[in-house]
């Protein structure tokens, strides 16, 4: 498959690449999120039990308290992080935990990353031009 | 958005690390919020500065920083008084964690005021038309409402940016278009003062984050303002309030009237008064007042009401060690009775507020929050009635 570029809006600066984990929910990274682990651990989270850490982290949107943008700095800190997020509106909180964990961050793309990207699948992020494309 | 050529260098790291991160928040906010450049701010007040909300998390991040403030800032609350901490029963590991807080924000050039009324500090003064950073949502409210200056409800990590650049992106409610009413409210009935806490609770939760203009037969003063703005940015996310004839837009501005409209009346006040706030199934064990901290006026008032009282429940009065440091009588006079006058801190931020069961309360945001924030069921009701049934005041 030839690679496809998907153009959006670069929130938080820096290109990276890794493999696609989708959450249809959005994220409350107090509470949802174990800081030292990178685990989603609320059980009714669509995600519950997967590990975030080193994926490009494609959800909706963050949501609850801004003190989960700390806790999105806690997991870089930690070596837990996502390597990249993608959201399809993104909202302060992510943004700007994103922004101080370096983690590159793109939102509003073209289509619908829910309708074209599967879990496991190999994309690259650039969030100083704003786009993701598929490698594979 | 449009960056002056200094802000551009700052962008591109010229200025270090940490002004290059404050800007891209900045910048990203303002794209988020379609803001068309960044304004300068006379203050900022920041939030994230209790331990309990901040845990290592937010410590890891402000003890990384390095610079100075570029305008006027202080705190929030922190989950402590800073000095009486013991008597609150707050664990000394918790304490060595909320002042490494407060020693990495005073490194960056932050005066240590911890209080959701910054506008009662002599230093601090906001007047009408300033354009601010404040978080802390009472207090944005009434900044907005009451003083009709303009701040948006900043995040704790944009209002410290904003401090550190001096600027905030120019959205929301720095825009004129943004601040007219959207819902009318009617209050159909004559109020007390301690009703302006309750209306603002039922007010919260029918405006959302809508802007309300309130016609009301009674005319409120300003801590009154302070009650029903708290409350409803508690019950609702209300940033901005408007009342006829008294808040300074309304009396300035020719709004026009909303076209949705409600009306509130007696027997919805007096429901609340009789419910209790999560799970009450005991006796209040005891009380608070100052959510948001007390003005002089109010020390006064609980001074007044606890005059050749005692009282046998813990009884904690909030204010800001401002307030407090310019009225020992008051303090003194409220302290003989057994309560206590703490600064810095508040029920609602203190881990030391878990060990209650039944809180009574004078305020709309305690009576909101402190079933969800620590799992302590709330009463509402006026000074008098929570010294009485909350702190078991009787004469000595």
């Known amino acids: 498959m030839e690679p496809i570029r998907i153009k959006g809006r670069g929130i938080s600066k820096g290109s990276t690449g890794g493999e696609v984990l989708l959450s249809e929910d959005p994220i409350s990274f107090l509470g949802n999120v174990d800081p030292q682990t990178g685990k989603i651990v609320d059980p009714e989270h669509c995600l519950f039990g997967k590990n975030i850490a080193g994926k490009v982290l494609i959800f909706p949107h963050g949501k609850g308290s801004t003190v989960g943008s700390y806790v999105i700095y806690q997991l870089f800190k930690n070596g837990v992080a996502p390597v990249a997020m993608v959201n399809l509106e993104c909202e302060?909180?992510?943004?700007?935990?994103?922004?101080?964990?370096?983690?590159?961050?793109?939102?509003?793309?073209?289509?619908?990353?829910?309708?074209?990207?599967?879990?496991?699948?190999?994309?690259?992020?650039?969030?100083?031009?704003?786009?993701?494309?598929?490698?594979? | 958005m449009y960056l002056t050529p200094e802000e551009e260098r700052i962008m591109a790291g010229e200025s270090g690390p940490t002004l290059q991160k404050a800007m891209e928040i900045l910048v990203a906010l303002g794209d988020i919020y379609e803001a068309d450049r960044l304004i300068p701010i006379k203050s900022a007040q920041i939030a994230g500065v209790s331990y309990k909300t901040m845990g290592d998390a937010g410590l890891e991040w402000i003890s990384d920083l390095e610079g100075r403030v570029q305008v006027p800032s202080i705190l929030n609350p922190a989950g402590m008084d800073l000095e009486r901490w013991q008597e609150m029963g707050v664990s000394a590991e918790f304490a060595e964690k909320q002042q490494e807080i407060i020693e990495a924000y005073r490194n960056l050039g932050i005066e240590v005021q911890c209080t959701c009324t910054p506008y009662y500090l002599q230093s601090f003064s906001a007047t009408y038309g300033d354009h601010l950073a404040w978080s802390e949502s009472s207090a944005v409210s009434y900044a907005n409402s009451v003083i009709g200056a303009r701040t948006n409800r900043e995040g704790g990590p944009s209002a410290l940016c904003a401090a550190l650049l001096g600027k905030t992106a120019n959205y929301g409610y720095h825009l004129d278009e943004n601040r007219v009413p959207e819902l009318m409210i009617s209050?159909?009935?004559?109020?007390?003062?301690?009703?302006?806490?309750?209306?603002?609770?039922?007010?919260?939760?029918?405006?959302?984050?809508?802007?309300?203009?309130?016609?009301?037969?009674?005319?409120?003063?300003?801590?009154?303002?302070?009650?029903?703005?708290?409350?409803?940015?508690?019950s609702g996310a209300v940033a901005l309030y408007h009342?006829?004839?008294?808040?300074?837009?309304?009396?300035?501005?020719?709004?026009?009237?909303?076209?949705?409209?409600?009306?509130?009346?007696?027997?919805?006040?007096?429901?609340?008064?009789?419910?209790?706030?999560?799970?009450?199934?005991?006796?209040?064990?005891?009380?608070?007042?100052?959510?948001?901290?007390?003005?002089?006026?109010?020390?006064?008032?609980?001074?007044?009401?606890?005059e050749g009282k005692v009282?046998?429940?813990?009884?904690?009065?909030?204010?800001?060690?401002?307030?407090?440091?310019?009225?020992?009588?008051?303090?003194?006079?409220?302290?003989?009775?057994?309560?206590?006058?703490?600064?810095?801190?508040?029920?609602?931020?203190?881990?030391?507020?878990?060990?209650?069961?039944?809180?009574?309360v004078n305020s709309g945001k305690a009576y909101a929050y402190l079933p969800g924030m620590c799992k302590v069921a709330a009463t509402i009701a006026n000074i008098e009635k929570c010294m009485e049934k909350g702190g078991g005041a009787h004469s000595d």
């Not at chain 2, 409209?261 to 419910?275: F, G, H, K, M, P």
């Not at chain 2, 307030?323 to 030391?352: H, Q, R």
């Open chain 1, 92 to 136: 302060p909180i992510v943004a700007v935990g994103a922004i101080i964990s370096e983690i590159p961050l793109v939102d509003s793309l073209e289509s619908n990353p829910f309708e074209m990207l599967k879990d496991g699948m190999k994309v690259s992020i650039n969030g100083n031009e704003g786009w993701l494309e598929t490698k594979d």
């Open chain 2, 187 to 234: 209050v159909d009935c004559e109020l007390e003062p301690s009703d302006y806490a309750v209306l603002g609770y039922i007010a919260g939760k029918a405006a959302g984050k809508r802007v309300p203009l309130f016609r009301m037969q009674s005319t409120p003063h300003r801590d009154q303002l302070k009650a029903l703005g708290a409350a409803m940015a508690a």
């Open chain 2, 243 to 306: 009342v006829e004839g008294v808040t300074p837009e309304s009396c300035r501005k020719d709004f026009e009237l909303p076209e949705e409209q409600l009306t509130i009346e007696r027997s919805q006040i007096d429901e609340v008064y009789e419910t209790v706030s999560g799970d009450g199934i005991t006796e209040c064990d005891s009380a608070a007042v100052g959510c948001p901290h007390c003005s002089p006026e109010e020390l006064e008032d609980v001074a007044a009401k606890l």
């Open chain 2, 311 to 360: 009282v046998d429940n813990n009884v904690w009065i909030f204010t800001s060690r401002e307030v407090a440091a310019s009225n020992p009588k008051l303090v003194e006079s409220i302290e003989k009775s057994g309560a206590k006058v703490l600064c810095d801190t508040c029920m609602v931020v203190s881990p030391a507020t878990d060990k209650f069961s039944h809180m009574a």
